[in-house]
């Protein structure tokens, strides 16, 4: 099947609303100083460590798969304090998104803002530095929430991904963009093993970029429109950063709006969804829900060493468009997608292909053996996340 839409619909979620906006803010959290400054010093002695390993140093810094580094990371996010944890659960609001404050970054530690993914993966490699540091505390952060993975068909596989504006892709639905609004989406809506949370750690933010977000647990749906979207109508293809070689996979139709043990769920991205391919009845439904998201976005403006945990289950997040500087002093975030092991999602989802993309799962096993006990405890409605 062929992308359907190479842009999203270019709308603004800063215009003029037709109903009201909620107004209460994003849920926020401060990490204690000394909590957030053995978050750094932990990095830092992990990354000293790696140094040490001359070997398989590099490989290490690439991918950042190594089993060493896995065990190292494991080994010391158990030994954090448990504070930790409690601040990086999920999302305690219906708006789904919560911003959390108090990392110490230092902008001239950073160096210069990568061009590309590719040039912020070789220069962990080569320079080390902050950047490498921050590679690893994202990762212990990610580990004490969940389940950190990546995708073997996405930025080479790494699991900490680099989001910077990149020349030639101004105007892509893709982290790389700046000019184009990112329009709001699911993260990796395509498939059955995307993210239940999303972290966006901030490294650089110097035109104040906003990143924005809204939930389906504050949208407006009908009884009408909540059936039709949540029926199987329309599939979601990969988008672009995946490439274009997903054809020979059958397009399977998914549903939009799931129900989920705390409320609704979301399965959103507009771009790579063939609504031509739907009925009226569906096409409003849908357009009213697009509404309805535009309706109560909210916009977060990360600071540098803030992070945004965003419920992939529940939100939907884009960017409103900036002017790229490709000085080396470009917005640079962090971005590490985590598994929650005891989530549960529709039954429904285990038969779906993925298009033929793999997730990179190096922690996978070892959170199974540890979660596996307290599964008979766990009330669900769908299934296990599908393998
Ligand atoms: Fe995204």
Redo the contacts with the bound molecule.
Sequence with gaps: MNHVLRERKPHHPADTPRHPVPTEPLERRTLPTALAEEIIGTATEIAVTIDSMSDSSARICHTLTDPGLLDLVDEHAAALPEALRGALRPPATSAGATVITGLPLHDTDLGPTPRDWREAAAWSVERRGASLRLDIAMLLLARCAGEPFGWQGQQGGRLVNNIVPSPGHEHEQ??ASSTTL?CP?T??AFHPRRANL?MLGCLRNPDRVGTTVSSVRQVSLDEGQRRLLGEARLPIVPDVSYGNDFDRHPAVPIATVGAGDDGPTLRYDPAYTPLDAADDEFRSAYEHLGDELERVCRTAVLAPGELLLVDNDVVV??RVPFAPRYDGTDRWLK?VNVRLPHRRRPAAEAAENGYGQHTVTPFQARIDRCVRPTKIHIRHRGTEDPT
């Design positions: 893709s982290g990112l989406h993260e990796d999303l997040h884009g971005r």
